[in-house]
């Protein structure tokens, strides 16, 4: 099992910047794909970035070159910093982790789909105000 909590969402002006926090244990936090979620009321959950555990990256085209997102090992922690925050980027952010041993070498098109994640944070309330 591996229990996910998330931290650091808001309300925001647009144009804003915040950096949420997903704090991870009871598993090797190294052995993990991270990724990050988000669903907007009415809307499904859309895909938002993701990191491996090998460091490479991936982000949807919404958030391309606005956030970024990071791990700490050491810390057992995932990060997503987002800049230049829109009001459509308002939703709940979801953090999960998806397990090497899993994923493997289909983490090229596993990342960015929710059903190849095995564990989930609660989520993270972002609100950008215009």
């Known amino acids: 099992q591996v229990q996910l909590i998330e931290s650091g969402g808001g309300l925001v002006q647009a144009g804003g910047s915040l950096r949420l926090s997903c704090a991870a244990s009871?598993?090797?936090?190294?052995?993990?794909?991270m990724g990050w979620f988000r669903q907007a009321p009415g809307k499904e959950r859309e895909f938002v970035a993701a990191?491996?555990?090998?460091?490479?990256?991936y982000y949807a085209d919404s958030v391309k070159g606005r956030f970024t997102i990071s791990r700490d090992n050491a810390k057992n922690t995932v990060y997503l910093q987002m800049n230049s925050l829109k009001p459509e980027d308002t939703a709940v952010y979801h953090c999960?982790?998806?397990?090497?041993?899993?994923?493997?070498?289909?983490?090229?098109?596993?990342?960015?789909?929710?059903?190849?994640?095995?564990?989930w944070g609660q989520g993270t309330q972002v609100t950008v105000s215009s």
């Open positions: 990191i491996s555990w090998s460091g490479s990256t």
């Open positions: 009871g598993r090797t936090f190294s052995n993990y794909a």
């Open positions: 999960a982790a998806g397990s090497r041993e899993r994923m493997g070498s289909r983490w090229y098109f596993a990342k960015a789909l929710p059903s190849w994640y095995d564990y």
